[in-house]
């Protein structure tokens, strides 16, 4: 089955730019949806299709994939980007995978 | 506006049979393309993939938990129910029921926790 591998936590400061990434055997042939849950909240599509935005997602919000490594780029870091953010693919074998998610700190 | 909601038990006992309706508004899953999972996450754990049955009545199960899984569709009342039996407290987390069209899941119901003890 494909597994898909993202770092457990992530922190930044306010302003900074934070960067998550989603680790997968030639991933750069997948297409790559990433997404942003709150506590308590359900998930919200944050990027489809690698790098692509759903209406109402922030520019600042950014995705991109090559080789083995997909990234979701969040610059000018905002207390409210605070989440966990998770990565999906579809794979034949494996059906829909997620990442096992990242949680993203605000300093 | 697109929404969906998850409806169904909030506590069920070891080996008993769950049963989740999904109740959607702002689309048809008669248009070609359009597909509803579900998705379920423990407490405090990752979001897991588990079923889907698209426009053409087409059904896909989690590996996992193929034998255990069964997914339907009424069109007429934009409804998709999702079986699973024999629970275990394992399955104890919250599922949501998401749609996607073509790709990735756009939009998704808030959720219900099920319990699973005795």
């Known amino acids: 089955s494909y597994v898909l591998t993202q770092p457990p936590s992530v922190s930044v400061a306010p302003g900074q730019t934070a960067r998550i990434t989603c680790g997968g055997s030639n991933i750069g042939s997948y297409s790559v949806h990433w997404y942003q849950q709150k506590p308590g909240q359900a998930p919200v599509l944050v990027v489809y299709?690698?790098?692509d935005r759903p209406s109402g997602i922030p520019e600042r919000i950014s995705g991109s994939n090559s080789g083995d490594t997909a990234t979701l780029t969040i610059s000018r870091v905002e207390a409210g980007d605070e989440a966990d953010y998770y990565c999906?693919?579809?794979?034949?074998?494996?059906?829909?995978?997620f990442g096992g998610g990242t949680k993203m700190t605000v300093l | 506006q697109v929404t969906l909601r998850e409806s169904g038990p909030a506590l069920v006992k070891p080996t008993q049979t769950l049963t989740l309706t999904c109740t959607f508004s702002g689309f048809s899953l008669s248009t070609r393309g359009m597909c509803v999972n579900w998705v379920r996450q423990p407490p405090g754990k990752a979001l897991e993939w588990i079923a889907a049955i698209d426009w053409d009545d087409n059904k896909y199960n989690a590996s996992s938990l193929k034998t255990r899984l069964t997914i339907s569709k009424d069109t007429s009342k934009n409804q998709v129910v999702l079986t699973m039996t024999n629970m275990d407290p394992l399955d104890t987390g919250t599922y949501y029921c998401?749609?996607?069209?073509?790709?990735?899941?756009?939009?998704w119901g808030p959720g219900t926790l099920v319990t699973v003890s005795s």
């Open positions: 299709d690698d790098d």
């Open positions: 998401a749609r996607s069209d073509a790709y990735a899941f756009d939009y």
């Open positions: 999906q693919v579809w794979d034949t074998s494996s059906d829909w995978v």
